[in-house]
């Protein structure tokens, strides 16, 4: 399929006890990271949980457009063609993408994050 986001290793590790990262602590609270193909956005989706998106959106990958968290915080745009994607699941809501966000896998134990593909 040629509307796909480029692979990139992702190997991390953070605690979320961290000032950087104090978002994190309370569901809905997100952040930017530096890794993936253009950054990675965190978002704590419950208790137990917090996604790892990639932020090249996926769609026209080829632009090299960004996702940014919105004014809701619970969305991210792709500036470039407005499309909109939940940050609870990457799926795309409004718009012309029709692919979700590119997830990475991630094991949180209540302070350390572990984010990886």
């Given at each position: 399929n040629d509307n796909l986001v480029p692979q990139t290793a992702v190997d991390f590790t953070i605690n979320i006890n961290?000032?950087?990262?104090?978002?994190?602590?309370?569901?809905?609270?997100?952040?930017?990271?530096?890794?993936?193909?253009?950054?990675?956005?965190?978002?704590?989706?419950?208790?137990?949980?917090?996604?790892?998106?990639?932020?090249h959106s996926p769609y026209?990958?080829?632009?090299?457009?960004?996702?940014?968290?919105?004014?809701?915080?619970?969305?991210?745009?792709?500036?470039?063609?407005?499309s909109r994607f939940l940050l609870s699941n990457g799926q795309p809501i409004s718009g012309p993408a029709t692919f979700p966000l590119s997830a990475y896998q991630s094991n949180f134990n209540g302070n350390i994050l572990h984010v990886f593909n």
């Amino acid at each position: 399929n040629d509307n796909l986001v480029p692979q990139t290793a992702v190997d991390f590790t953070i605690n979320i006890n961290n000032p950087q990262y104090i978002s994190l602590q309370s569901i809905g609270g997100w952040v930017y990271v530096s890794g993936g193909s253009m950054g990675i956005v965190l978002y704590r989706s419950s208790e137990s949980t917090i996604n790892a998106f990639d932020r090249h959106s996926p769609y026209r990958p080829e632009d090299r457009c960004r996702v940014l968290v919105d004014s809701s915080e619970i969305a991210v745009i792709d500036t470039c063609s407005n499309s909109r994607f939940l940050l609870s699941n990457g799926q795309p809501i409004s718009g012309p993408a029709t692919f979700p966000l590119s997830a990475y896998q991630s094991n949180f134990n209540g302070n350390i994050l572990h984010v990886f593909n």
